[in-house]
């Protein structure tokens, strides 16, 4: 394969989809990840689980990071998660804003990730390696694509170590990024975050809510296709095969993978890779 990869997960909510979670990694580690993340509700809704997932995978041996939302959040409660993280012998972290939780009021101390970033750096020094989320089809929020590559390179230069993109299936879009960032001066490698395509409904509503796009032909591909649960996986397969290929060419650093807790798309995608 020659890249390195790395894997999201999201935080169980029953015995059962930890026990299935924790055969899923295992799996996984065949393919010597250089981390695993655990994403976090909105607002820390998921934080318990979070942190027992990322504890699992540092027991397991493997580098586990945690996402670390600041919206809502004080200096003095983020000072005691670091203090937290370092405990537990966390070394990476994905730095994010986060989405407001409905009912809740304020914004906290933190209006955006780039202040979370500048903060950790003040408190950890280099302790930590931060990730930050990058978009190169523009976050749903932002008010303009111009905006929005501002708002990432705050984020660098308030120390990131490297950036994670939302899932693209427009390899123009995220070549376009890269490009425009290196222009206002951040440099800090930018990994393509890949979702396999498991299911229809599942990958045209994430992309609905986190602005990412499908392209039309994919689109009506799947749509196509109906509850033909095989063909949808076959052509996922291909699709993601394929958009993977082009970017290890293009020379990407690394590959994210979004496993949505599964594994079996994501060992058939690198198996062909290496193929």
């Not at 990071?65 to 959040?73: D, K, L, P």
Request: hydrophobic share 40%.
């Amino acid at each position: 394969m020659g890249l390195p990869l790395s894997f999201e997960f999201f935080p169980p909510k029953t015995p059962e989809g930890v026990d299935k979670l924790r055969q899923v990694r295992q799996d996984l580690y065949a393919l010597k990840p250089e981390f695993c993340s655990v994403t976090y509700g909105a607002g820390g809704s998921t934080q318990d689980g979070t942190l027992q997932t990322v504890q699992a995978i540092l027991d397991e041996g493997q580098q586990g990071a945690s996402h670390f939302t600041c919206v809502g959040a004080s200096r003095e409660s983020v000072r005691e998660k670091l203090a937290m993280f370092k405990a537990m012998g966390v070394r990476r972290l994905v730095a994010l804003r986060g989405d407001l939780p409905s009912g809740y009021g304020s914004m906290g101390e933190f209006r955006y990730a780039a202040d979370l970033v500048a903060f950790i750096r003040a408190e950890t020094g280099d302790h930590f390696h931060l990730e930050v989320a990058a978009y190169p089809e523009m976050h749903p929020q932002a008010r303009s694509p111009e905006a929005d590559v501002q708002a990432y390179v705050a984020k660098v230069k308030a120390g990131a170590s490297s950036a994670i993109t939302q899932f693209f299936f427009n390899t123009d879009a995220y070549f376009r990024f890269v490009d425009d960032a290196h222009k206002l001066g951040a440099y800090v490698p930018v990994v393509p975050g890949i979702m396999p395509i498991i299911n229809s409904s599942g990958i045209l509503r994430f992309a609905d809510s986190c602005g990412a796009e499908v392209p039309r032909w994919i689109r009506l591909r799947l749509q196509a296709f109906g509850d033909d649960a095989a063909s949808i996986k076959a052509f996922g397969l291909d699709v993601v095969t394929d958009l993977c290929d082009q970017l290890r060419n293009a020379g990407v650093p690394a590959l994210h993978f979004y496993t949505m807790n599964q594994s079996a798309a994501t060992l058939e995608i690198v198996r062909r890779l290496q193929g």
